[in-house]
């Protein structure tokens, strides 16, 4: 099992950055994906970017050259950051992890961008 705890979010304006972090309970050795969905008011919830056990990453077309992925396997740690942030951008960002066939989520973490 694994827990995972969001923080990070909050209320920024166009243009701005944030930088996302989501804390796992265990090492991130063995965890095969760790990732970010997002929902926005009124959407599907969609892939923002995940990270593999071996290093490759995946974007979504949306926030791809604004968004970067990243993981600090001392702090047992997996980063969102970004930037050139967008009006559409605004949702609950939640962290998952992919640990032998099960999923588990985060609690989720508020991102507004608003002017």
């Known amino acids: 099992q694994v827990q995972l705890v969001e923080s990070g979010g909050g209320l920024v304006q166009p243009g701005e950055s944030l930088r996302l972090s989501c804390a796992a309970s265990?090492?991130?050795?063995?965890?095969?994906?760790m990732g970010w969905y997002r929902q926005g008011p009124g959407k599907q919830r969609e892939m923002v970017a995940f990270?593999?056990?071996?290093?490759?990453?995946q974007y979504a077309d949306s926030v791809k050259g604004r968004f970067t992925i990243s993981k600090d396997n001392v702090k047992n740690t997996v980063y969102l950051e970004m930037n050139s942030l967008k009006f559409e951008d605004t949702a609950v960002y939640l962290c998952?992890?992919?640990?032998?066939?099960?999923?588990?989520w985060g609690q989720g973490t508020q991102v507004t961008v608003s002017s």
């Open positions: 990270t593999k056990r071996w290093g490759s990453n």
């Open positions: 998952y992890a992919e640990l032998s066939g099960t999923t588990y």
């Open positions: 265990r090492s991130l050795f063995g965890i095969e994906t």
